[in-house]
Structures are given as C-alpha cells and as structure tokens.
C-alpha cells in the first residue's frame, strides 16, 4: 500500500443506476496477505440479463463497506440508507444477500447469507456482517433483500469486482512483528502517542514484537480519533476498552495508522506534498487499505481474527477463543 492517506471505511453507496462495462479480472494486487491468488474467471461481455440494475428504484439503497472484496473468505461488512442518504439499518430490518458469478451463470447464486446486524455507534449507524467465500476472481453480482414488519420485502442488485489477493495480513498468517510505540518509549504521556483523548494504558503496555516475544495472545487496533473522517475510530476503540475489561489473559494494543508528530502539546499529522496523511510503516507491513481495523493473535503468533470498521462481542470473544 502506497504511503498516503488510507480509504477510509465508511458506507460506500453502490450506485443502483448504469450498467456494468466490458470487464475482465484486475491484476493481483500485491501486500502482505499469504493467501495465493485465486484463479480468474470468465470475462463478461456487455450487461448480463437480469443485471441492468438502471431500472431498480428502492427505497433501501444498499451500501458496502467493505470494498473491495478478495477471493477466498471475506467478512462482507454492508448496510442501507434512505432516499436521502440516511443509514437506516437497524435490528429490526432484516437481510440477506444472494452472490452471482456473472461470468458463468447470472441466473443462478452461487451462495446467500443472511446479515447479522451490529451497532457501529449505538443508536446511530447498524451495519451487517456476513462470511462469504468467493472462490475465483472476476465479475460478481449480488442481491440484497431486505424486509420489514409492516413495509413491503425489497431486493436490489448491483455489480462489483473481486480481486484476485487480499493486501491485508488475513485470519491464519502469522503476525508481523512490529515495534509499535508504548507508554514507557513517551515516559507515559500517552497524548504523545495516541489522538484518543481518554487512553486506557493497558493499550500501551506493549508493543506487537514484544507480545509476540511472550507468545502472549493480543488484539491490535488501527484507529485514529483524531483524523478518522467516517467518525467511527473512536466508537470502535472505545467499545475494545469496554471489552477489554473482561479479557484478564489478553493484551491489547492501539496503534496510530498515519504519520504523526507531536507539538504544540498535541499529535498532528505529517502530511506528504500534496497535503495528505501519510501511513505509517506499521500500517503499510500489515497491508491496511482502510481504518479503523481490528485484528486478534494468537499466544503462537497466529491471526485468529481480522474484523474492518468494527467487530461485535461475538466475533471478537470466538477469535480470542482460537488465540488462547
């Protein structure tokens, strides 16, 4: 990943209007992912029948956060919003997604899950999670169908490319072992090294390479709140410290994903010449394409978890499960 600002993690909404153009597989992307690159499928020719997605006028525009996606398993992270541009998930609309190889058979779905919803900020912002595994690269489609007590099922579709490799450091490799900062390199003045204007210590007793060191299982999150512009930074690192009170065995550890220095008593970015945030070489090794971004290792080095944007009590307490 270039050193610049990262794609922040948002709800990206997937036009509904157009039509997919002539597309063939993009090149590999490269990073520090493990996982080989899967093969390629069919070229698709002009717009599949069924998938001219300009005559589709919901009422729930779907939005995926999640973007891109990457052959093999991937934790598709995806909401909805209103007409006007409103995030309307919630726990009591319910959805599903159907998954299309366009470029073999667009009338038939390779797999459908169901999402699970989450509160990204409580009360404010739902967002679903589902696993998926996209076995070759290429064209896909899906289906979104979402329904509610009292208003009518809706299902709309839209196109989207899957990329052959995962940049990112995915569940099952090892664990980079970087230098990360800690409370003792800044004499304990955590606003040195961390924007969250309420620092847990216990998110700067170690560093990475020291926990791998002790083979002692940890989560690691990127986030910063002070630069993240999806505002989700801070809710995602203040919902670990109120998890983390109930995880005695496990460290945890916050990193700042760009480039920052301190002064005039606060951390501010180093912006590159065209005035952007600039990651950091941690974020780079790890191969981040967004923030925030949570990852859980095992006491053997081992990532066990790897969750975008925010991840629930369930998710994060089964991969920790797998890391002890």
Known sequence: MAACALAVVCTLVIACTGSPATTTPSASASGSGTAAACPAGPAVEGTPDGWNTSQQKPTRFPSVITAPSYCGTNRFLFSFLSPDNKPIGSPELKAKVAFYDLGRDPSKPVMTVDGTFIWAIEGTRGVYTAQVSFPESGVWGAEFTTSQAGAPTEATRFVFEVQPKDPTVRVGDPAPPIKTPTGADVGGDLAKIST??????????????????????????????????????????????????????????HVEPYKLQFTGGKLQPVLDAKGQLQATDQTNTWGLTSEPWIFVVSKAGVVTGSFALIASKDELQQAIAKAV
Do not use: M, N, W
């Open 196 to 253: 969250d204007t309420h620092p847990d210590p216990r998110f700067y007793e170690l560093s990475v390479d020291q926990a791998l060191a002790q083979h002692k299982p940890f989560v690691l999150v990127f986030a910063t709140p002070a630069f993240c512009t999806s505002a989700q930074c801070g809710p995602t690192l203040d919902t670990l410290k109120t998890f983390a009170k109930d995880q005695p065995g496990v460290a945890f550890i």
